[in-house]
Nanobody
Framework: QVHLVESGGGLVQAGGSLKLSCAAS????????MGWYRQGPGKRRDLVAA???????QYADSVKGRSAISRDNAKNAVYLEMNSLKLEDTRVYYC??????????WGQGIQVTVSS
């Protein structure tokens, strides 16, 4: 089992920046890909960004160019830096890890609120 804990969320002004962190523990050595998803009230959970074992990244169009995902394999951690934050970035953000058996693991979620 992989246990994921997110940190770094909170209240940010529009146009500002934040950095989300996610630390993996447990069977973290089995992780293939890691990423970030976000979900609004009554909405589906959508991919924000993902990074594979080899460092290949993927971004949602809505955050491309103003976000950067990175990974520290030694620390079993993944990070998401977001700049030029918009009101519509307000969501609950979830850390995700996919293990060698292609099973998804999720963090508990962390709120990001962008204010005007």
């Amino acid at each position: 089992q992989v246990h994921l804990v997110e940190s770094g969320g909170g209240l940010v002004q529009a146009g500002g920046s934040l950095k989300l962190s996610c630390a993996a523990s447990g069977s973290s050595g089995s992780i293939k890909a890691m990423g970030w998803y976000r979900q609004g009230p009554g909405k589906r959970r959508d991919l924000v960004a993902a990074i594979a074992e080899d460092g290949v990244t993927q971004y949602a169009d809505s955050v491309k160019g103003r976000s950067a995902i990175s990974r520290d394999n030694a620390k079993n951690a993944v990070y998401l830096e977001m700049n030029s934050l918009k009101l519509e970035d307000t969501r609950v953000y979830y850390c995700n890890a996919v293990d060698q058996q292609w099973v998804d693991h999720w963090g508990q979620g962390i709120q990001v609120t962008v204010s005007s």
